[in-house]
């Protein structure tokens, strides 16, 4: 069975990209003049973006103009400026007025512009992030969580603005794939997983939206035959010691009662 490499773009967020930057200087002479050329001009900033680095960071969160949002920038590592967006929703009046985190933006190239957001409840759990993972402007991967844990991820791997794989979750392990490798807008090949581990393939050959074939993981397979077998041993050999339990106790009784009978006739 072939393998699959899937890139898992959705937490990007957490690992910024380090950038370094060196510049130089090359002198010429002309005309047996002995003078260089000037230095270059040192990097200046404007408006808080050093030159090259786009003003209008592409931001997808919720907040410009908005008086019950509040706004905080931080920079992360190898980052010339605040790379890291939060927004925090402003709630409650008075004493009870409290802030809390709502979308979470980060430039994780340090390009200029912000590349993958997550959105949050008012419980502090995740609840979608989008991701532009191959940094041309335009999102690629959706991800979906439940209870602050991932159920969903969705990719794009063509460019055509939306998903041809798509990977659910089951308490946090992947329990299936579905891919549309032919372009059609209908899944081709569908993955089935036990405990996070590939069980089976299925394909559609001739892409009338059905398998035409079922192509299982022999190794997975044989791993999930034999844990079945051990718990139904297990299961066995717990019920056979129990029933000897049992037998033993109702022995011991009647050999107690016997010889108690004996004493008594003497």
Not at 54 to 63: F, G, K, T
Not at 85 to 109: H, K, Q, S, W
Not at 135 to 148: I, L, N, S, Y
Not at 186 to 197: H, L, N, Q, R, S
Request: glycine share 10%.
């Amino acid at each position: 069975m072939s393998t699959f490499k899937r890139p898992l773009p959705w937490d990007r967020a957490l690992a910024v990209v380090a950038v370094a930057s060196a510049g130089g200087m090359l002198g010429f002479a002309c005309g047996g003049s002995s003078q260089s050329a000037p230095p270059p001009k040192a990097t200046v900033q404007r408006e808080g973006h050093p030159n090259g680095l786009a003003i209008e960071d592409q931001s997808r969160c919720d907040y410009k103009g908005r008086a019950d949002r509040e706004v905080s920038e931080t920079v992360g590592p190898g980052s010339l400026v605040p790379n890291i967006r939060r927004v925090y929703a402003l709630l409650g009046e008075g004493e009870e007025r409290r802030r809390v985190l709502i979308c979470r933006e980060v430039d994780t190239n340090l390009d200029g512009i912000k590349d993958v957001v997550r959105t949050y409840n008012e419980r502090g759990e995740a609840l979608k992030e989008t991701a532009d993972s191959d940094f041309d402007g335009k999102v690629d991967t959706w991800v979906t969580f439940a209870r602050g844990k991932i159920v969903k991820v969705e990719v794009d791997h063509t460019g055509a603005g939306k998903p041809d794989e798509t990977s659910v979750y089951m308490n946090g392990k992947l329990s299936r794939v579905q891919r549309d490798t032919n372009r059609d807008g209908k899944p081709d090949i569908w993955e089935i997983y036990d405990d996070g581990k590939l069980q089976r393939q299925g394909v559609d050959i001739d892409h009338d939206g059905r398998v035409d074939r079922w192509d299982r993981d022999e190794i997975a397979l044989r791993e999930i035959n034999e844990k079945e077998k051990r718990d139904e041993e297990a299961a066995e050999k717990k019920a056979a010691d129990q029933e000897k339990r049992q037998k033993e106790e109702a022995l011991d009784g009647g050999v107690t009662d016997a010889r108690v009978s004996a004493r008594r006739r003497q």
